[in-house]
């Protein structure tokens, strides 16, 4: 038999069936790379985000919006922020009315039409940093940096311009003012339109040490503003130092420095001891420190014209009468006239009222060196015959025959 064919029925069934040679050599290849138990899935296997880390994706946290980047040298795709994202120097060029951005890393972004909202129509020259661009309907045009302290503001053109320079406030101190026993400081601030906080420094040096706020504080607005405190606890006859601060967001300007003493009877001031002080508390009355001498009021029996005032304040008119109306020499309201002691020549004899508060504030208080039983002049006449004086020795003011020998005390005023 020359030929022969089988067919095996069974066999042709067989999924063996069509097996060639080839194929078995191929799988005897394959079987020696190892063992391949687990690498494939079905079709509809949704893999686990860990199956994908690194194979072949290299992802850490990846974000919401992240994107990816094929990494030539590790071959595998990677997170991924686009440079125009970054901090990378970018170029922009624009063409045929296409603005095109440009980085490093060869990323471009282009827009089109650019030309339509007129964005490229700028003319600027030589810009410096801080200018603006503002857009006036047709062109963007520039708008120069402004000063430190303006505000950018639309004129009544609605064009924008820098406007209101803001600078620190102006401040001046202004000398002290007094109502007994306090002392009230004061100044002059212009806030120069910012809230302004306003206070005072002070104390016995120009270190002060001492801070007190303005009753007007915080001010606003752009014109001087009258400022003052006032400040208690004080020591009479001591000098103290103060000045003004303002303080505003652009800075700190302070006043000069100035210096008050808070005066006080009793205390030693300007040649004699001050035993009156007037509404102000910087004038008043002064007496010697001690007596001139003992003498007779003068011109006795005779009136002298004006020589009358009894009043606070009127001791200096009577004095110039008397000498006036008087020429007797080595009378009392003459002696006082010609007194040049301690560098003062003012001195005056003091009228009735103005005697009475010698006693009370100096005699009484053990001050001026008086003597316990002496009768004193004072500059204000009764009648033809009399004159007042004040007996120091019980506070009784009365009156002497002019001719009469009392003591005489000059006083004079600051």
Not at 244 to 251: H, L, R
Request: with cysteine; charged share 10%.
């Amino acid at each position: 038999m020359t030929s022969f064919t089988e067919v095996d029925p069974i066999f042709s069934s067989s999924a063996a069936n069509g097996i060639t040679s080839t194929n078995i050599s191929n799988w005897n290849t394959a079987y020696g790379w190892g063992n391949h138990a687990g690498l494939y899935k079905l079709i509809s296997y949704t893999p686990d985000w860990s199956e994908l880390t690194n194979k072949p994706f290299n992802l850490t946290s990846p974000s919401n919006n992240q994107l990816l980047k094929y990494n030539t040298t590790s071959s595998k795709w990677e997170n991924w922020t686009p440079n125009y994202l970054t901090t990378e120097n970018q170029s922009l060029t624009l063409s045929n009315n296409q603005l095109s951005i440009s980085g490093a890393g060869g990323n471009t972004v282009t827009f089109t039409n650019w030309d339509t909202d007129k964005t490229d129509d700028v003319t600027l020259s030589t810009p410096v940093n801080g200018d603006m661009l503002y857009f006036n309907g047709t062109n963007w045009t520039a708008v120069p940096k402004g000063t430190t302290g303006q505000v950018l503001t639309m004129n009544a053109s609605g064009v924008p311009e820098w406007q209101y320079t803001y600078t620190a406030p102006t401040a001046s101190t202004q000398s002290a003012t007094f109502s007994l026993p306090s002392a009230i400081l004061n100044g002059v601030v212009n806030p120069n339109k910012l809230s302004t906080t306003v206070t005072f420094q002070y104390g016995t040096t120009i270190s002060y040490g001492n801070t007190a706020t303005a009753t007007q504080s915080p001010i606003n607005g752009s014109s001087n503003t009258n400022v003052n405190c006032s400040i208690s606890g004080l020591v009479a006859g001591t000098t103290y130092h103060f000045r003004v601060k303002a303080e505003n967001s652009f800075g700190i300007t302070y006043g000069d420095d100035m210096t008050f003493t808070l005066l006080g009877t009793g205390i030693t001031w300007e040649g004699g001891l001050i035993f009156y002080l007037d509404g102000t508390g910087q004038h008043g009355l002064i007496a010697a420190p001690s007596d001139q001498t003992s003498a007779d009021w003068g011109c006795y029996p005779s009136v002298i014209s004006g020589a009358d005032g009894t009043a606070i304040g009127t001791g200096n008119q009577n004095t110039l009468d008397i000498v006036a109306g008087c020429t007797t020499i080595g009378i009392a309201a003459e002696i006082c006239a010609n007194l040049n002691l301690n560098g003062y020549s003012d001195w005056f004899l003091p009228s009735k009222d103005e005697l009475g508060l010698m006693y009370t504030n100096l005699y009484l208080a053990g001050k001026g060196s008086f003597g316990t039983t002496l009768y004193y002049w004072s500059s204000s006449e009764y009648n033809i015959n009399y004159s007042y004086r004040l007996n120091f020795s019980g506070g009784v003011s009365g009156t002497s025959l002019k001719n009469s020998t009392q003591y005489v005390r000059a006083v004079r005023a600051f």
